[in-house]
């Protein structure tokens, strides 16, 4: 083989090996075939005095996913997994729209306070996942099912209006705020949607913590070996539980930021399939999924992606009940590249199908 | 202290879980005949409404016990049933097929789905939540593929039958006010659901598949040593339980005779419940079927409690169970630590 060619070889498998390949790569292949599509793809324009474009609007709808990919990473990295993401942010939607006021003269609290309070709920549900994986040991999944389920029936109950003397759960609350608009919508002036930036702090204040403190490299530890994580003196119950509680507020967060987008709190839909999607970004972007090292910026951009992908595959007119069976297949196909029996079964057949060559030469 | 080292010994016992599921049963039963008497609590045929109304819970619990013995789970029940339901419902409906056809299809179907979930379980080494979670948005996707409006079952004459036949029981006669003796009565899909929890037990006791789950759930290492062909067995327990789920399905669907895409929603929580609740280790290596029946029964009493309280929301069935099922995980971790600190 020509030198240079077998160089160019040897640095495309060094750039394939690396941890942000898989993420990009996605990405850019989502996005040449959307350019394909519709050439119009890149153009940004400013309408009505905010951004306008396809770009503009992928990034914007991402902000939930990113902002729920990050807490998913956390707890990924420790080796678990949270798929109460989406009820946990329905829970936190309703009773952040329960306490701004779904009628005039109901309970109408500050807008500040609401949210914080939302937020604690967040927290407050991540904590008890976290107290049931990191005290009780019990397997991630299993304990996060518990609010996966019961969650939604809380948000319903929450979710309570009051219809001719009677409170009834389980109906969809409006707010009549204009100011709780802005959360999900255009800050006045600014030309940019308000979740891009709620996305951007998230991302960047969690950058710093792991970066700059010891926490992300405990958060490793504990996903590699928590065993010999606690023998050198590192609280591996306490990190596992402040990763759920982080994995909770992030949720809230989402949680709020969709019901001001659609203005009203919707127990059943809230954050729906939310879970699978956050899930999806953390593998897209190179982590794995039992846990160990993780990249924050990896599941940015896959969550950017997937995304992408949505948005893409509704402008095939594919409806939002049936998106679930195009996720599951990708879910399914990075899974599998990721595992290691794919990467025996190749090197076994590598190594045969050497054996016969150098038997034939 | 003799008591007490003894009551230490029982709680460290497996069998323990179960012994207390039974004694709940029993004093939720006696609680709710007290307070519901009115209501007809009591009566033989508001059991029998129990089992007819869960009749798919049974046969999925007793699926999702073999699954959960081995250590694995498998989240996507809920979502095959929502798409046997549509599938019958569409077959028969809209295409005009035979009832006993598409029954067969549907059976097939959960066949190879559980194939294709325990082939990338065992062989590709998947975690199995991952699997099935994927399995679930799958299945619940394909199902709005199918229809996103309701079809309900009206044209299909055999089916009809079949879902609505009462099976007379001979005993346990109440007389109405008019003086009829009135038997209680269970649907054809009791007899299914039964018939396919004694085949289960009977697999799970005396075969030699059954009890290389238990060695497998046990320690994976040894069953391999002890020469159990572990990846093929943990296949199987998948695809009994694709198959079990599609069978579910189909009872699930005589007692709605419809499809539509919200249905089953969340009734993997119940049959993980059930089968929690039953005494079933999550861990592996500990179960029976016989508790995730009554784990199904407690579930199916919290049911009729609100049924007959009548002021409470529905909402209310997925919390309290939801909570049930905390419980009882949480009883689960501490029997293990009492049983860890033992052995050390």
């Not at chain 1, 997937?306 to 399914?332: E, F, H, R």
């Not at chain 2, 539509?260 to 861990?283: D, M, N, W, Y």
Request: proline residues 2%.
């Amino acid at each position: 083989m020509n030198p240079d060619l077998r160089k160019l070889k040897n640095a495309v498998i060094a750039v394939s090996k690396k941890q942000l390949f898989l993420p990009v790569f996605a990405l850019c292949i989502v996005l040449i075939v959307n350019v394909v599509k519709t050439p119009t793809f890149f153009n940004i324009s400013i309408q009505n005095g905010v951004l306008y474009g396809y770009i503009v609007d992928i990034i914007n709808r991402a902000s939930e996913l990113i902002i729920l990919a990050v807490g998913m990473t956390l707890v990924i990295a420790t080796g678990g997994i949270d798929i109460s993401v989406g009820a946990v942010g329905a829970v936190a939607a309703a009773v952040c729209v329960r306490l701004l006021g779904s009628s005039y003269d109901a309970f109408a609290t500050p807008l500040f306070l609401s949210i914080g309070i939302a937020l604690l709920a967040g927290i407050a549900c991540g904590a008890f996942n976290g107290f049931l994986v990191s005290r009780l040991k019990i397997q991630a999944m299993v304990a996060t099912l518990i609010l996966f389920t019961a969650g939604r029936g809380i948000a319903q109950l929450i979710s309570a209006r009051e219809i001719g003397g009677k409170m009834v759960p389980g109906q969809i609350l409006y707010v009549r705020m204009e100011s709780f608009k802005a959360i999900g919508g255009f800050l006045p002036g600014v030309v940019v949607p308000t979740p891009v930036f709620i996305a951007l702090g998230v991302v960047i204040i969690a950058y710093f913590i792991l970066t700059r403190t010891a926490l992300g490299l405990y958060v490793k530890t504990v996903g590699i070996n928590s065993k010999a994580g606690r023998l050198v003196g590192i609280n591996s119950t306490f990190i596992i539980f402040m990763c759920y509680l982080i994995c909770g507020f992030t949720a809230a967060i989402a949680g709020v930021v969709t019901s001001s987008r659609i203005y009203s709190s919707d127990a059943n839909n809230i954050g729906l399939y939310m879970e699978l999607d956050a899930i999806l970004a953390v593998a897209l972007g190179g982590n794995s999924l039992s846990g160990g090292k993780f990249s924050l910026l990896g599941s940015v951009i896959g969550a950017i992606t997937i995304q992408a992908l949505t948005t893409s595959l509704y402008a095939m007119g594919i409806t939002a009940d049936q998106l679930p069976v195009y996720k599951a297949i990708v879910v399914i196909l990075i899974v599998s590249i990721q595992s290691d029996q794919l990467k025996h079964w190749i090197r076994n057949f590598r190594q045969k199908s050497g054996t016969v060559k150098a038997v034939v030469q | 202290m003799k008591i007490g080292n003894y009551l230490k010994e029982k709680m460290a016992s497996t069998g323990f879980l179960l012994f207390i599921t039974i004694i709940m049963f029993f004093i939720m039963y006696a609680g709710g005949v007290l307070v519901y008497h009115k209501q007809g609590f009591g009566t033989i045929q508001t059991f029998m409404n129990m089992l007819i109304d869960n009749a798919g819970l049974i046969i999925a619990a007793a699926g999702m016990t073999a699954v959960v013995i081995t250590g694995g789970i498998d989240i996507s029940v809920g979502s095959v049933i929502g798409l046997v339901c549509m599938m019958l419902a569409y077959m028969m409906q809209v295409m005009g097929m035979n009832a006993y056809v598409s029954i067969a299809v549907v059976l097939l179907f959960g066949l190879v789905f559980g194939t294709f979930q325990g082939w990338l379980i065992a062989y590709m080494r998947l975690q199995p939540f991952i699997v099935t979670l994927a399995g679930l948005f799958f299945c619940r996707g394909l199902t709005a593929v199918i229809s996103v409006d309701q079809i309900a079952i009206t044209e299909n004459e055999t089916f009809l039958n079949m879902a609505t036949k009462n099976i007379y029981l001979f005993f346990g006669a109440t007389v109405n006010k008019r003086g009829i003796r009135l038997y209680p009565f269970i649907h054809p899909s009791v007899v299914i659901a039964l018939c396919a929890l004694a085949v289960i037990w009977y697999v799970l006791k005396y075969t030699k598949f059954g009890r290389s789950l238990f060695a497998i759930g046990g320690n994976e290492q040894s069953a391999l040593l002890m020469g159990v062909n572990v990846r093929r067995t943990k296949m199987i327990a998948y695809i009994l339980n694709g198959f079990l789920a599609s069978l579910a399905g189909f009872v699930f669907c005589l007692n709605t005779t419809s499809g539509f895409v919200e249905q089953a929603r969340g009734f993997e929580i119940e049959v993980i419940a059930s089968t929690v609740i039953g005494g079933t280790l999550l861990s592996g290596g500990v179960g029976t079927v016989v508790g995730s029946f009554f784990g199904v029964l407690i579930k199916a009493i919290i049911e009729t409690y609100i049924r007959c309280n009548g002021t409470l929301s529905s909402w209310w069935n997925k919390i309290v169970l939801s909570a049930l099922l905390c419980f009882f995980i949480v009883l689960q971790s501490v029997f293990a630590s009492i049983r860890r600190k033992r052995s050390i």
